[in-house]
């Protein structure tokens, strides 16, 4: 029996219609949680939606709208360590990790968990760190989806100057000498981010909404990153530039790049798609990180690339059926 979680909501970001959350098991007994919703009609399939580091499931909401829409049943999550699943540390606010191998366990035990109820096919949507893991478990094996659509994933970090021969090392040997848990820069609080100082998105009412959900209910709130954090991001990467696992994905997968992004590399996601069998890279001009927290034209060129990718294989159903007798 699902045992239920709760639901932020306020006025300006509403929980969708039918939107229900509950408690999951990690993969080694984590508490975590994760929400479903589910289309009026027939699903044409799932959507599982994966946020990027320090995003609260309910920050997809909109997200979520815009695939009930097109008559998809979502399967959204928090990952270990923000939202409402279980934090690494007892101070919330830091980003904290331990490897990669957790959180693509976790992943595992998500769609394990939840594989009766949501239909197929499945698409794997994620942003940033979540398309950093996703690409992770397929590459490592998971064969459940029938295609993924990736927004501006973590598959090649920005180290904000340090260069990366230098970051490597350093992010090692830090969270090896005692202070993994510490944080890589001056802590700030989540809750007083600006617009301008953040540069995530150019629309600042999408932008305003998400800061106040996050006053509205600070729990769901995540700050900088730790040294521990750091050497997950940059190990994570590196193994995906180096493995030969990646070329072994065999179903579609299209990832979009900002064209402004100043948080991950996009030269690292095209190598990557070029490296997919079925793969491709689109950047989205002018946009920064945030691509569907972006503006409404910025944001379609991301829909319009999820339709193209996943019609083929989860098709509408037509309007108007066709006269058998013409």
């Not at 729990?219 to 530039?241: H, K, P, Q, V």
Request: proline share 8%.
């Amino acid at each position: 029996m699902e045992e239920p979680a709760p639901l932020v909501s306020i006025p300006e970001a509403p929980v969708p219609d039918h939107g229900k959350a509950e408690w999951f098991r990690g993969a080694d007994g984590a508490t975590l949680r994760a929400a479903t919703f589910f289309p009026a009609g027939p699903a044409r399939g799932s959507v599982v939606l994966s946020p990027g580091r320090s995003e609260p499931l309910e920050k997809y909401f909109e997200v979520v709208d815009d695939l009930l829409a097109r008559d998809f049943a979502v399967l959204l999550h928090d990952w270990r360590g923000q939202g409402l699943s279980a934090r690494a540390l007892p101070d919330r606010l830091k980003g904290h990790a331990r490897g990669f191998k957790t959180f693509v366990s976790d992943y595992e035990a998500l769609l394990d968990a939840f594989e009766t109820r949501m239909p197929k096919p499945w698409i794997a949507v994620s942003h940033s760190m979540g398309g950093c893991l996703t690409t992770l478990a397929l590459a490592q094996g998971e064969t459940r989806f029938a295609a993924a659509v990736l927004s501006a994933p973590m598959l090649g970090l920005n180290t904000a100057g340090v260069p990366p021969w230098l970051a490597r090392p350093l992010a090692f040997v830090m969270s090896r000498v005692g202070l993994a848990g510490e944080y890589v820069q001056t802590p700030y609080d989540p809750l007083t981010q600006t617009f301008q100082g953040d540069g995530l998105t150019h629309d600042e009412t999408r932008y305003d909404r998400y800061q106040a959900q996050l006053r509205a209910h600070p729990e769901i709130a995540l700050g900088g990153m730790t040294w521990g954090w750091a050497d997950f991001a940059i190990s994570a990467c590196a193994w995906l530039r180096r493995s030969k696992s990646v070329e072994a994905i065999a179903i579609p997968v299209i990832i979009l790049g900002a064209e402004l992004d100043n948080r991950v590399l996009n030269a690292d996601s095209e190598s990557i798609a070029r490296r997919i069998p079925k793969g491709r890279y689109v950047e989205v001009p002018g946009a920064f990180h945030e691509i569907l927290v972006e503006t409404d034209a910025r944001r379609a060129l991301f829909w319009q690339a999820f339709d193209e990718t996943v019609d083929p294989i989860a098709a509408r159903e037509p309007l108007i059926s066709p006269n058998v007798s013409d």
